[in-house]
């Protein structure tokens, strides 16, 4: 008997080479999705007959009703031991197991000093120039002796912490339930949220979204940055106001923005923020690498044999 199995949103096209699918059994029919499935009821027509579906992080959502429209699936594997684009008590009401897989600790620290970097050294602009044959387009600015504004201290914002200082920079930080012993530890002195948007030349948001982050860097926020400053944005799109956000980069009143994250993924073609020029924009790439996905759908295959042999590893909607 054929199990079908779903392999979502390979955009680059490399799930097949990043693991030993074929580890799996013969009897495993696998097949791979390399475009993104737009809108809930296209998602159901496509995924109407699998019995295994691997989602690649939050990038195709499921909610409960479509959960709900997908009787043959059995079950479901994301990348990552965290999914908020999963309704897992309906799928654990429904009987389907969702299992994760680690991913690497680092990648969007990484990747927030890239945007930083390519914002303060104007690298697009001078590769831009280079290219076209031209030479010196403007000029850059240093780290150093700079006020680094770090929203969020966790486990990436407490490396980007580490990288701030290694460039001379002063830390700030804030966030809701951030100690003044845990910003000493990191480097960094704790503020209040207006202070840190005030003051800092470069901000990096570094927050899980949830109810409470949602909107948390808004309209009062950005207008409290100096016209100098960048903003830097790694974590979830709906953090930070997005249309006030496009607002403030069109008028001008900082400096630009680094942006990896969106309201909306993918980016809508024609959306405002493509136009500006003032910002450094890259398509939620911060984990897009290759040992990340050799982990992940390692794993993946992993959790696909498990359950097979009725031992199922990793489950996250579980008890």
């Not at 994760?100 to 990747?111: C, D, I, N, R």
């Amino acid at each position: 008997m054929v199990t079908r199995l779903a392999i979502l949103d390979d955009y680059q096209n490399v799930a097949l080479e990043s693991a030993d699918w074929g580890a799996l059994p013969p009897e495993v029919e696998i097949t791979v999705f390399n475009e993104y499935i737009e809108g809930e009821k296209a998602v159901a027509e496509a995924l109407s007959d699998f019995d295994i579906v691997v989602a690649m992080r939050e990038r195709t959502p499921f909610p409960a009703s479509l959960i709900d429209s997908l009787p043959t699936l059995k079950l479901l594997v994301t990348t990552g031991m965290r999914n908020l684009a999963i309704d897992m008590e309906a799928a654990r009401a429904r009987g389907l197991p969702v299992c994760g897989t680690a991913l690497l600790p680092y990648p969007a620290a990484e990747h927030a000093w890239a945007l930083i970097l390519a914002l303060v050294k104007q690298i697009p602009r001078e590769d831009r120039a280079m290219h076209e044959g031209g030479w010196q387009a403007g000029f850059a600015e240093g780290l150093r002796d700079k006020t680094l504004g770090i929203v969020g201290l966790g486990k990436l914002g407490s490396q980007v912490a580490r990288v701030g200082l290694a460039f001379g920079m002063t830390l700030i930080a804030w966030s809701q339930n951030l100690t003044e012993e845990r910003a000493a530890e990191c480097g960094a002195t704790r503020v209040d949220k207006d202070v840190l948007f005030s003051e800092a030349d470069i901000i990096t948001i570094h927050l899980l979204l949830s109810d409470r982050t949602r909107g948390v860097v808004g309209r009062r926020e950005l207008g409290l940055m100096k016209p100098t400053a960048y903003l830097v944005n790694t974590s979830r799109g709906p953090i930070v106001d997005e249309a006030a956000l496009v607002e403030t980069l069109e008028g001008r009143a900082i400096a630009g923005a680094g942006i990896d994250v969106y309201d909306v993924e993918p980016l809508p073609r024609d959306h405002p923020l493509r136009g500006l020029d003032n910002t450094v924009l890259t398509g939620h790439t911060a984990y897009v690498m290759r040992e990340t996905y050799t982990l992940a759908y390692g794993e993946a295959v992993e959790d696909i044999q498990a359950w097979l042999k009725g031992e199922p590893l990793r489950v996250l909607n579980g008890g």
